[in-house]
Each structure stands twice: as structure tokens, then as C-alpha cells.
């Protein structure tokens, strides 16, 4: 096993509190991480390395990391062939089902081939099988998403092109694969037809509790250019497309469905003037035909302003579901952070954490969650225009949640609403009798919600537990019926 660096609920520079554990893996070639799943055991991370310049990258990586932080890696090549890993999903006996792609030289961005394998803990392929793309289609795009169906089997969603560079997407189209546990292909389905002149370009695809159905998400199937849902029956047959006119994103993820049939979708931005900002990262609930339905909104496009690209939301229950954003600066010379909120089903803002990476830029890319309910987030860091170094963290909801307490009080003033200020540990924030639903909200000075939760009339006294907040100054704000009716500041020291 190696264990290059693991840092113990320790405390980081700046504002990241106790964490469970973090990895830093230096590589002068180049990595990717794209993907990967977990089990009670640990989890599986794939990725590429060796950046071929503009190329793509040369071989294959993975990693299996166990609950400490303790990791093997592994690495796979093809004479004269470029592959990659792109995403897994675990198996009832431990092992994972990978996806990765195959093909091409090392001048071009050709590849032709899917590779679905079988891989164990110590990561040594058991099983593999290849299909080849089908003319007129000549290169797998790498964006690909996995989940089981309703009979067992796995139900991989794909992009192709036409176009030998994958990123010319113009003639995209989505390609869904069945194939069952040993990685045998038992269907697959072409869908070429009914795209925007963008093309299509899948995001994520799961299946409907319940149902024989799997929902896709992404750019398709809308000749409007609408990001759709659509959903597909056991046979891979087409079982109802809608559009989602009112959302305009790159990346659209979901992995949390409620009871009540909606689920909840991440994503980069929207149509909806609620911010003057015009990118800005959110939480959707989104009924089963498309319609919007709530929101969830990490406010200014200076704090966070892109979703993890290849996956950015985790879950593990209602009560803890994981998202992952980070803030692109626009330039490469200045470092970043990224965000990671825990929410619940309710869109309730349970905490934040910034992730700071030794001065460096930030860019995450995915987030999948652990058998102990915690989170691997993980993606690149550099300095400048340098090389790249892979960083993976781990974090539990206990680094996450504000705890919360509502008193309910049949007389309170509002001569002192909140106390006490300033304040080491806890304030209580005085709300009077509200008569309509309402939101506590708390931001820093930067604009950076800490949190925010949504209360049925009432009112009373609110008392938030803040010794996980920096040293500084705070601002809080009860919202009614879309408008701030109290608002105020804090200090914490």
C-alpha cells in the first residue's frame, strides 16, 4: 500500500476546518480523474495520465483508496493505442465494472473502442470486453455515465462523433449500452436523430426508483437546443423526452430522487433573473416531466461558478447529499478554491466547506460518496501554467453541519435580535412571529452562503452553533415571501 500524504482531522491555512483526510498525489506527466464508485471497503478513482499536449492523455490509471486513506495504484497501457478510464460502478461481491475507452494514435483524438472490464480491490482485470463504435461514427467523446436497471443488469450512456476530434460536437449523439455484471454487451441503441444543431451531449443518466425506467439528462433529443430528460424502458426503447426550456447549463447531474416522485438535479446556470450574476451554480427539484420546481442557489459567480464537471452530486440519504462546485478566476496565474455544500432533499444548506490547496488553483471534477457516509472529492491542482497534482480529500457531514436549535416563544422582543455579538460559539437570532414560511440565511462578507435552512411560520428564537465559522464578521437574513424582512451582522471571534 502507499500513502504518499494523509493529514488527520487536521487544520488547514486559511478557511478549511477538520477534515478526515487528504491526498496528495504529484505527477509531472499529468493526471485526470474522472470518475470511479465506493463500497463499504473503499473506493475505486479512474483517470488517465501522461497528457499528450493537446492530444488527450496516454494510459490508463487506477486507484483503489481504503477508509484510512491508503491507496494502490495501477496503471494500463496499449502498444501503440492511447486508453483511459472514465467512470465505475461497484458490484455486490466488491469488485467494480469500469468504462473506459480505447483507440486511435498517439497524434490524434480517435477512440474507437469502449472498454468494459471487471476489476478487483488489488486492481487486476478479471474480465473485459470491447465494442467497437459503429460507422458513420468514428470516436467515443469520454463523457459517460453508468447505473443499474431494474433487472440488474448496467446501463451505460455514452456520446459519439462523427469527427475524429471528439470535442467537435456538432454531430453528437447519444449511445446507451446494456450490459450485464461480467461486462457482456447485451443491447445498444444509436440515437441519432431528434438533436439540436449543437448536438447532443450526455450528462448523467439513473435510474427511477421504483420503476423499469432510467432517466438520461443532458443536451438532446430537442431540435430547440433545451437540455432534456428522457427516459428509456428495460429494451433501451425511447419512453418520453421533455425539455427543460427554463435551464441553460454544461453540466446537469443528479443521483437523488424523493419519495414524492421529483428529484433534484445540480448545475451550472439557469434562465431565471433571481441574481444579477449571469453564471452561477444551483440545486434544482424537477418533477419527472420537467418542470421546475424549486431551487437551491449558491449565489455570486465570484465564490462559485462551475459544478464539478464530471460529477458533482453525491448521495447517501436524504439527510446528507454532497455537491461540489469551485470557482474558475478566469486567468491562470491566480489560485482558487472549491466549494462543497452538504444539503438534505428539503434544498436545506446544511454547511459549506472551502477546500485551499496550498496556494494553488482548484479545478474539482468529481465527488462520489463512502461506505461511512462520508465524501471523496478530488481533482487538479497547479501553480500557474505548472504541472498538475492530483488532491483528493475526504470529508464527513460532522465537518459540515451548523447544529441548530428553534425555541419557540410566545412574547419575544426584537430589541436585541441577535446575541451574543460578538460571539465565540453560539448566537441566538430573535425572528418575532412569522406568519409565512421563511428562510434563515447566513453569508460571510465575500458573499458565501454558510448556510440556510427553510422554517413553516412560526418564528421564535433561532440558535445557531457557529465554533466551525473563521474569525470575522458575518451576515444574517430572514426571508419571507422572497424578500429580506430582517437583516443584520455578527461577529465570531
Known sequence: ???????????????????????????????????????????YVLGAYNKMQDN????????????????????????????????????EDGNALVVGLKGGTWSDHVADTMWIAVMTPELEIVEEHFCTIETPFRTWTGEVYLDFNSEGDVVILAGASRYVDPYMMTMGVYVVLKCDVHGNVLDIRYFSEG????????????????T???MMLGKGFNLNGYHTITYLDNDLELAGTYPLPWLESIWNHTKCWKD????????????????????????????????????LVYDRADTSDYTAQYG?????????????????????????DAVICLIDSDLNLLGVKRLIHDNMKVRMLHCQVTG??????????????????????????????????????????????????PTADY???????????????????????????RFEKGGGRLTLDVSAFENGTYVYEVVTGGKSTMKGKFVKN
Open 1 to 43: 500500500m502507499k500513502k504518499l500524504l494523509v493529514v488527520a482531522l487536521c487544520l488547514l491555512a486559511g478557511n478549511m476546518l477538520a477534515q478526515q483526510w487528504k491526498i496528495e498525489y504529484p505527477v509531472a506527466e499529468g493526471v485526470v480523474l474522472l470518475g470511479g464508485c465506493g463500497n463499504d471497503s473503499g473506493n
Open 56 to 91: 488527450g492523455y496516454y494510459g490508463a490509471l487506477a486507484l483503489y483508496v481504503d477508509k484510512n486513506g491508503e491507496f494502490t495504484e495501477k496503471r494500463f497501457e496499449c502498444a501503440n493505442s492511447k486508453v483511459c478510464f472514465c467512470q465505475g460502478i461497484c458490484l
Open 195 to 210: 438533436h439540436a444543431h449543437g448536438g447532443a451531449r450526455p450528462t448523467d443518466i439513473v435510474r427511477v426508483p421504483g
Open 212 to 214: 423499469d425506467k432510467m
Open 260 to 295: 414524492n416522485g421529483n428529484f433534484l438535479m445540480s448545475s451550472m446556470t439557469h434562465h431565471f433573473n433571481m441574481l444579477q450574476n449571469p453564471y452561477y451554480t444551483a440545486v434544482f427539484e424537477v418533477d419527472d416531466t420537467g418542470h421546475y420546481l424549486d431551487t
Open 312 to 336: 458533482s452530486m453525491a448521495y447517501f440519504s436524504d439527510k446528507v447529499i454532497y455537491w461540489t462546485t469551485y470557482w474558475e478566476n478566469g486567468d491562470n496565474e491566480n489560485p482558487n
Open 372 to 421: 461511512d457516509g462520508g465524501c471523496l472529492f478530488y481533482g487538479g491542482a497547479k501553480i500557474s501554467y505548472g504541472d498538475e497534482m492530483v488532491v483528493i480529500w475526504k470529508l464527513m457531514p460532522d465537518d459540515f453541519i451548523v447544529p441548530w436549535t428553534m425555541t419557540d416563544e410566545s412574547e419575544v422582543s426584537l430589541h436585541n435580535c441577535v446575541y451574543p455579538n
Open 427 to 453: 448566537i441566538n437570532i430573535t425572528l418575532g412571529n412569522i406568519e409565512s414560511d421563511f428562510r434563515v440565511v447566513v453569508r460571510d462578507l465575500e458573499g458565501r452562503k454558510c448556510f440556510e435552512r
